[in-house]
Nanobody, 124 residues
C-alpha cells in the first residue's frame, strides 16, 4: 500500500515536499515513482527511484527543481519540489512497479500499486 501526503497550496517560487509511505514487502529492483495529472491532461511520469541502490530518474521539465529521495528505514520516498511554477499544479500520485527496467522506459500501466494522490496547487 502507498500513502501520499504533503500537497497543498503554495505560491509560485515556493517549495513543497511530498511523501510516499510504502507498506508491504519491497525488493531492491522495484521502482517507486511519482506521477502527476493536471486537469484535462494525461498522467505523466515525474520521477522515479529504485528501492535499492542510487538509480533515479527525473523528467526534463522539472530537472533542477525537483529531487527524489528514499529513506528505507522509514519506508518513505520523497519528492522535494522547489521553484514551483503554476504548470506544476496537479494531483501527484506515487506508485510502485515491480520492474527492474529503467524508470524512463516504464509506462503507467507497469505500475500495479498506486497511492491516493495529493493535490499540489501553485498560485501566481
Amino acid at each position: 500500500q502507498l500513502q501520499a501526503s504533503g500537497g497543498g497550496l503554495v505560491q509560485a517560487g515556493g517549495s513543497l515536499r511530498l511523501s510516499c509511505a510504502v507498506s508491504g514487502r519491497m525488493f531492491s529492483w522495484y521502482t517507486v515513482a511519482w506521477f502527476r495529472q493536471a486537469p484535462g491532461k494525461e498522467r505523466e511520469l515525474v520521477s522515479g527511484i529504485k528501492w535499492g541502490g542510487d538509480s533515479t530518474w527525473i523528467r526534463e521539465s522539472v530537472k533542477g527543481r525537483f529531487t527524489i529521495a528514499r529513506d528505507n528505514a522509514k519506508n518513505t520516498v520523497y519528492l522535494q519540489m522547489s521553484s514551483l511554477k503554476e504548470e506544476d499544479t496537479a494531483v501527484y500520485y506515487c506508485a510502485i512497479a515491480a520492474s527492474n527496467q529503467p524508470t524512463s522506459s516504464l509506462k503507467h500501466t507497469d505500475f500495479a500499486s498506486w497511492g491516493q494522490g495529493t493535490l499540489v496547487t501553485v498560485s501566481s
